[in-house]
């Protein structure tokens, strides 16, 4: 099992950037994928970014491809997402998951364990 903590969300204008952080618990970091989802008001939670085990092999949302980019330090059990170029549509609570599967998915059931969210609001 594996408990999952965000942090580094929070208020920044448009064209801004933030760096969101997740710190795993317990000693089988690196045998999990690992993801980040986002969900707005109103809407489904939707995939936003996933790094394979080893961090040798990244997956995008159409959506954050080119502004986004996701990360994993293994030593220190910890996964970030960089995000730039911030846009008002990227508003939403940010969620980190792991995954047990053998391949990287983009669906949330895939996804065994979830953090808690951090918000991310960008002003217009």
């Known amino acids: 099992q594996v408990q999952l903590v965000e942090f580094g969300g929070g208020l920044v204008q448009a064209g801004a950037s933030l760096r969101l952080s997740c710190a795993a618990s317990?000693?089988?970091?690196?045998?999990?994928?690992m993801g980040w989802f986002r969900q707005a008001p109103g809407k489904e939670r939707e995939f936003v970014a996933a790094?394979?085990?080893?961090?040798?092999?990244?997956y995008y949302a159409d959506s954050v491809k080119g502004r986004f980019s996701i990360s994993r330090d293994n030593a220190k059990n910890t996964v970030y997402l960089q995000m730039n170029s911030l846009k008002p549509e990227d508003t939403a609570v940010y969620y980190c998951?792991?995954?047990?599967?053998?391949?990287?998915?983009?669906?949330?059931?895939?996804?065994?364990?979830w953090g808690q969210g951090t918000q991310v609001t960008v002003s217009s």
């Open positions: 790094v394979s085990r080893t961090g040798g092999a990244t």
């Open positions: 998951a792991a995954s047990q599967t053998i391949r990287i998915s983009r669906k949330g059931e895939s996804y065994n364990y």
């Open positions: 317990g000693r089988t970091f690196t045998t999990y994928i």
